[in-house]
């Protein structure tokens, strides 16, 4: 049966609005200002080494034209507590708590959001919570005696942003099977089916197109069907399903690029009439907020919610299956049970026999693990090198946050293209673009090359601003491409009807969800004092990921989400 064209453009089109307000948050504050502004606060309360006696603020702000001075001159800390912190690790350290609760968070809630009704409830709670957090900082100054509010501001609105994003992401799977694509292949399959049955004289209850799980080309009714035109049509609706899902996975960081730099422009204007003032990057990021919670609002209209009565796919792992409850009736149903459940659930999907059986899914998430540390420590990295080591300033930062997601609409609508052009694999596309992302940091690292590091020279080895626009390009195309196809790829390896729970785990290494090298990279640049030398750090983690990342076997990973039946014991 296929699908209501009506409905499912309403829930895609739902989906999109979804991505369209909050991508804007990323782009324009966990990837640009919020890390400036974080910056800038502790800045604005703290003291010059080595004497810690003289405000770096007033300082920095006479020295030079361009609102600079040296380096080393004007190395800043902020006392937190009893400790003596970088200001430019402040921004990192308060990033790595905040994905760290996020994991808490969106690891909790994995069990709720696999039921509809509670997932879309979920989502806009969450996304509240965000974009609250993002608006109070209009109100909030950094010379006020309780600046350091920031950090906890900050905290709320990257676990609301990914709490509401492993919501948005358990839809993927759902809209790519509804797709009209999708659905006429799946009608192929029941008429193939149906001739086969007619013309052998089968027509039991498993082999009944009209049973419980003729919709499903992975359900026992199309495994054990004898036509080899059944076998091709569902290699067909394998390869259909993949290119849907990076499609639609596509077109949503394509529409949150393009909204982020519509603000981003709009952005540029305060904060180049006040020449970068602390009170523009408050602006720009309450802008954000504003933005996230207004056009979530066609969201919370469209998205399925009540309507719902069972997960998407639920029917093709279930079958001849006992689900397991927990031990908890449908009518004893509660928030602090589902929550408990939830982390049971983690210990027993972290067993060795579960990893064992589902190997292909966990190969990817420990490349992914690496991965998106990597490319989102690049971000924060880049922005506060740009800060502190180029000196460049805010207009010329926005102008990279403005170049980078731009390239990133071209990005992700051009490897698509390529991609059917000469008929890679979504795995291969992967693989080629973190190959691609590493000679980023490869690069930065030729800076401590003597031939780059003269007054004569003054380029090479991301020693210029000029280099900095460049490569904003660069990473822009590779890494709107990449998040299309990560978070789709994922989706071809999960187990049907457990896409938040698996989500929840995906979420916890996403873009908004590394805390791992952020933390090291501020340990870095407390250390050293020189912040470049994370990009050695990042080299190795993203060339790490890559042989694991190529021995994923994809149908092999297919079949066994698809096959694989959660017992409790």
Same mark, same amino acid.
């Given at each position: 049966?296929?699908?209501?064209?009506?409905?499912?453009?309403?829930?895609?089109?739902?989906?999109?609005?979804?991505?369209?307000?909050?991508?804007?948050?990323?782009?324009?504050?966990?990837?640009?200002?919020?890390?400036?502004?974080?910056?800038?606060?502790?800045?604005?309360?703290?003291?010059?080494?080595?004497?810690?006696?003289?405000?770096?603020?007033?300082?920095?702000?006479?020295?030079?034209?361009?609102?600079?001075?040296?380096?080393?001159?004007?190395?800043?800390?902020?006392?937190?507590?009893?400790?003596?912190?970088?200001?430019?690790?402040?921004?990192?350290?308060?990033?790595?708590?905040?994905?760290?609760?996020?994991?808490?968070?969106? #690891? +909790?809630?994995? $069990? =709720? /959001?696999?039921?509809?009704?509670?997932?879309?409830? @979920? !989502?806009? &709670?969450?996304?509240?919570?965000?974009?609250?957090?993002?608006?109070?900082?209009?109100?909030?100054?950094?010379?006020?005696?309780?600046?350091?509010?920031?950090?906890?501001?900050?905290?709320?609105?990257?676990?609301?942003?990914?709490?509401?994003?492993?919501?948005?992401?358990?839809?993927?799977?759902?809209?790519?099977?509804?797709?009209?694509?999708?659905?006429?292949?799946?009608?192929?399959?029941?008429?193939?089916?149906?001739?086969?049955?007619?013309?052998?004289?089968?027509?039991?209850?498993?082999?009944?197109?009209?049973?419980?799980?003729?919709?499903?080309?992975?359900?026992?009714?199309?495994?054990?069907?004898?036509?080899?035109?059944?076998?091709?049509?569902?290699?067909?609706?394998?390869?259909?399903?993949?290119?849907?899902?990076?499609? #639609? +996975?596509?077109? $949503? =960081? /394509?529409?949150?690029?393009?909204?982020?730099?519509? @603000? !981003?422009? &709009?952005?540029?204007?305060?904060?180049?009439?006040?020449?970068?003032?602390?009170?523009?990057?408050?602006?720009?990021?309450?802008?954000?907020?504003?933005?996230?919670?207004?056009?979530?609002?066609?969201?919370?209209?469209?998205?399925?919610?009540?309507?719902?009565?069972?997960?998407?796919?639920?029917?093709?792992?279930?079958?001849?299956?006992?689900?397991?409850?927990?031990?908890?009736?449908?009518?004893?149903?509660?928030?602090?049970?589902?929550?408990?459940?939830?982390?049971?659930?983690?210990?027993?999907?972290?067993?060795?026999?579960?990893?064992?059986?589902?190997?292909?899914?966990?190969?990817?998430?420990?490349?992914?693990?690496?991965?998106?540390?990597?490319?989102?420590?690049?971000?924060?990295?880049?922005?506060?090198?740009?800060?502190?080591?180029?000196?460049?300033?805010?207009?010329?930062?926005?102008?990279?946050?403005?170049?980078?997601?731009?390239?990133?609409?071209?990005?992700?609508?051009?490897?698509?293209?390529?991609?059917?052009?000469?008929?890679?694999?979504?795995?291969?596309?992967?693989?080629?673009?973190?190959?691609?992302?590493?000679?980023?940091?490869?690069?930065?690292?030729?800076?401590?090359?003597?031939?780059?590091?003269?007054?004569?020279?003054?380029?090479?080895?991301?020693?210029?601003?000029?280099?900095?626009?460049?490569?904003?390009?660069?990473?822009?195309?590779?890494?709107?491409?990449?998040?299309?196809?990560?978070?789709?790829?994922?989706?071809?390896?999960?187990?049907?009807?457990?896409?938040?729970?698996?989500?929840?785990?995906?979420?916890?290494?996403?873009?908004?969800?590394?805390?791992?090298?952020?933390?090291?990279?501020?340990?870095?640049?407390?250390?050293?004092?020189?912040?470049?030398?994370?990009?050695?750090?990042?080299?190795?983690?993203?060339?790490?990921?890559?042989?694991?990342?190529?021995?994923?076997?994809?149908?092999?990973?297919?079949?066994?989400?698809?096959?694989?039946?959660?017992?409790?014991?």
């Amino acid at each position: 049966m296929l699908s209501d064209p009506t409905a499912y453009r309403k829930k895609l089109h739902g989906w999109l609005s979804y991505a369209f307000a909050s991508e804007v948050f990323v782009i324009v504050s966990l990837t640009l200002f919020l890390p400036i502004c974080l910056e800038q606060f502790a800045r604005d309360n703290g003291y010059l080494l080595p004497d810690k006696t003289e405000p770096c603020t007033p300082l920095v702000k006479s020295e030079s034209r361009a609102g600079y001075v040296d380096d080393a001159a004007a190395r800043c800390v902020v006392k937190i507590g009893w400790a003596w912190i970088d200001s430019a690790s402040f921004s990192l350290y308060v990033y790595s708590i905040s994905v760290a609760l996020q994991a808490l968070t969106v #690891i +909790s809630m994995g $069990g =709720i /959001a696999d039921h509809p009704p509670h997932r879309k409830r @979920l !989502l806009l &709670v969450f996304a509240l919570l965000g974009a609250t957090a993002a608006t109070v900082f209009l109100v909030l100054p950094s010379t006020s005696p309780v600046w350091f509010l920031a950090a906890p501001l900050a905290v709320c609105a990257n676990v609301g942003f990914g709490a509401s994003a492993v919501a948005m992401n358990a839809y993927l799977p759902s809209l790519a099977k509804e797709s009209p694509e999708v659905q006429q292949i799946l009608a192929e399959i029941d008429s193939e089916h149906e001739s086969t049955s007619s013309s052998t004289g089968h027509h039991d209850l498993d082999n009944d197109p009209s049973g419980p799980d003729h919709e499903h080309p992975s359900s026992p009714l199309i495994q054990r069907a004898p036509s080899d035109e059944v076998q091709v049509l569902k290699a067909k609706y394998d390869t259909e399903l993949s290119r849907v899902m990076s499609r #639609i +996975s596509s077109l $949503g =960081i /394509a529409l949150g690029y393009g909204a982020g730099i519509f @603000l !981003l422009i &709009v952005a540029l204007i305060p904060v180049t009439l006040l020449h970068g003032s602390t009170f523009a990057l408050r602006l720009a990021i309450g802008l954000s907020g504003i933005w996230w919670v207004v056009f979530s609002i066609p969201a919370a209209l469209w998205l399925p919610g009540s309507e719902s009565s069972r997960i998407d796919g639920a029917d093709e792992w279930t079958e001849g299956v006992t689900p397991v409850s927990n031990g908890i009736s449908s009518d004893k149903w509660s928030t602090r049970r589902e929550v408990v459940a939830a982390w049971k659930r983690l210990g027993i999907m972290l067993r060795w026999r579960e990893i064992k059986t589902l190997k292909n899914t966990f190969k990817y998430l420990a490349a992914w693990f690496l991965l998106s540390d990597g490319f989102t420590t690049i971000t924060s990295t880049a922005i506060l090198f740009g800060k502190t080591t180029l000196h460049m300033k805010p207009s010329a930062l926005i102008l990279v946050g403005v170049l980078t997601p731009t390239a990133g609409i071209l990005g992700s609508l051009a490897w698509p293209v390529l991609q059917r052009r000469f008929e890679w694999t979504n795995l291969k596309v992967i693989v080629i673009l973190v190959m691609m992302a590493s000679a980023i940091p490869a690069y930065g690292c030729l800076g401590f090359l003597p031939v780059f590091q003269g007054d004569a020279t003054r380029f090479g080895g991301l020693t210029t601003q000029g280099e900095m626009f460049a490569l904003a390009v660069y990473f822009g195309s590779v890494y709107g491409a990449f998040q299309g196809y990560a978070r789709a790829f994922y989706a071809e390896l999960l187990p049907p009807g457990e896409e938040a729970r698996w989500y929840g785990l995906f979420s916890i290494t996403d873009k908004s969800s590394s805390f791992i090298g952020p933390l090291i990279v501020g340990l870095i640049a407390d250390t050293t004092g020189n912040i470049r030398y994370a990009f050695f750090f990042l080299v190795t983690m993203i060339w790490m990921a890559v042989p694991i990342l190529v021995n994923v076997d994809v149908e092999k990973g297919r079949k066994d989400a698809r096959e694989y039946r959660y017992v409790l014991s």
